[in-house]
């Protein structure tokens, strides 16, 4: 079910913030030992599955556990994603270092990662100029760009390219040593994280090469295997889940600050999506993204009781959208440009579509 009503009146049916993390503070309860354990089980996941996608005797089979790793990288990339919120375990220097440990498969810098997501995403969640995670672009603006630029924003909104947005708009653009342009502020840590995980990368792929050589495989395809493959299926995977939470017909993005506070908008720019299949638990709850904006401090293990409660006080306001093929396709063709005073999607035309 997805809320119907205006949303005038759906933010003015919200409490305040400060009462629904009331409501929440017995559930953000966080555990040392079960976040140990999840770390330890999902690194071990990673390694088990990079061996096997080496070890296999067949290449569909290599591919198949490319993909099975590039899984499991996004799951301890969620790990770290907590941590980098202080809500994994219950010392702030531990979750600072198991952030940085479970965010280097993914190659994320953490200082970076903390800035950009935490600060920026969500402290302005949904806000033109300040969010710039999926920021849709108006109708002049996407006239103003050159055909390559207009060219590359159709493939990225075309439903199939999450990853290659992920990859080119916030890895590329934002977390592996930022330019100036988009990130002005100039830290030591910054560069020392990025120096971490390209020194990861570098010892990835050597071990790949001696692997390689020690079983008699081509050096290029094992590092295509076992390296590209599982880094773009994550990149596949970060980019479709954000995606997914923050587009949607019934989500509105705000261009002044005075609207979108008005909004709610830790509550109603967000969507929990809902799945058949196990695919929820087995990214560690992470689709309960409402209880997530609303209290960042909610810990991964606790995300479906948290968003339980919420949708429990707060019928309808919630955005709640059971997740098909159907819907994401039919989504991506609605979702192109926004208008923003209007606060409707529209299509390359201007024309509304939603």
């Known amino acids: 079910m997805t809320t119907t009503a205006p949303r005038e009146t759906l933010a003015a049916a919200i409490p305040h913030r400060k009462d629904i993390r009331a409501w ?79 965010f280097l498969p993914s190659l994320t810098p953490y200082s970076l990662w903390e800035v950009g997501h935490n600060v920026v995403h969500h402290g302005y969640t949904n806000l033109k100029g300040f969010d710039f995670v999926w920021e849709p672009r108006t109708l002049a603006e996407y006239q103003a760009l050159p055909r390559w630029r207009r060219g590359l924003e159709r493939v990225y909104r075309s439903g199939w390219a999450p990853w290659l947005y992920y990859l080119v708009e916030i890895w590329w653009a934002r977390m592996l040593f930022p330019s100036k342009r988009h990130m002005p502020t100039r830290r030591a840590i910054f560069t020392a994280d990025g120096l971490l995980v390209t020194a990861a990368a570098a010892v990835w792929i050597a071990g790949l090469v001696a692997a390689a050589r020690a079983t008699g495989q081509s050096a290029a395809w094992l590092v295509a295997v076992g390296f590209v493959l599982p880094f773009l299926v994550w990149n596949g995977f970060i980019g479709f889940v954000v995606y997914v939470h923050h587009t949607h017909t019934g989500v509105a993005w705000y261009q002044d600050k005075k609207s979108w506070a008005a909004a709610q908008p830790f509550v109603s720019t967000t969507v929990h999506l809902t799945f058949r299949s196990a695919m929820g638990s087995a990214l560690h709850h992470i689709m309960e993204h409402t209880a997530h904006h609303v209290d960042m401090s909610v810990p991964l293990y606790r995300l479906k009781r948290a968003q339980k409660l919420l949708e429990e006080r707060m019928p309808g306001c919630i955005v709640v959208q059971p997740f098909s093929w159907r819907w994401y396709a039919r989504t991506a063709r609605a979702c192109k440009l926004y208008d923003y005073q209007r606060q409707c999607w529209t299509d390359y035309r201007g024309r509304p579509s939603t």
């Open 24 to 102: 929440m503070a017995p559930i953000a309860t966080r555990s040392t030992a079960r976040a140990l354990a999840l770390t330890v089980f999902d690194i071990l996941f990673f390694a088990a599955a990079l061996a096997a996608t080496v070890l296999a005797s067949h290449p569909l089979v290599q591919v198949g556990m490319a993909c099975v790793t590039g899984f499991v990288i996004a799951r301890l990339f969620i790990l770290g994603h907590d941590a980098c919120h202080q809500a994994f375990t219950r010392h702030r220097r531990l979750n600072r270092w198991l952030g940085r440990l479970v």
